[in-house]
Nanobody, 124 residues
Framework: QVQLVESGGGLVQAGDSLRLSCAAS????????MGWFRQAPGKERDFVAA????????YYAGSVKGRFTISRDNAKNTVYLQMNSLKSEDTAVYYC?????????????????WGQGTQVTVSS
């Protein structure tokens, strides 16, 4: 069992930055790949970014590539999502997730545990 707790969301203006954090507990964090997904009102949950267990491999959705950076600190059991140049279309609830494999993966169905989510609202 893995517990995930996201933090760092909030209300910002277009062009601003935010850093989301996801603290994990319960199992050996460093052995698992992690991902960030988001869900806007009335829409499906979409992939944002993923990172391999080692942190050496990352994968981004085209809509955030070049603006968002995923990273992890295995010593702190935490994965981060640095979001720069935020746009109104980035408004959503952001979820972190962990999967039983070691490679970064963009498919939500590949993830086994999910956090409760943190709201990010970008005003234009």
């Amino acid at each position: 069992q893995v517990q995930l707790v996201e933090s760092g969301g909030g209300l910002v203006q277009a062009g601003d930055s935010l850093r989301l954090s996801c603290a994990a507990s319960g199992r050996t964090f460093s052995s698992y790949a992690m991902g960030w997904f988001r869900q806007a009102p009335g829409k499906e949950r979409d992939f944002v970014a993923a990172i391999s267990w080692s942190g050496r491999s990352t994968y981004y959705a085209g809509s955030v590539k070049g603006r968002f950076t995923i990273s992890r600190d295995n010593a702190k059991n935490t994965v981060y999502l640095q979001m720069n140049s935020l746009k109104s279309e980035d408004t959503a609830v952001y979820y972190c997730a962990v999967r039983g494999g070691t490679s970064a993966n963009p498919t939500a169905g590949e993830y086994d545990y999910w956090g409760q989510g943190t709201q990010v609202t970008v005003s234009s």
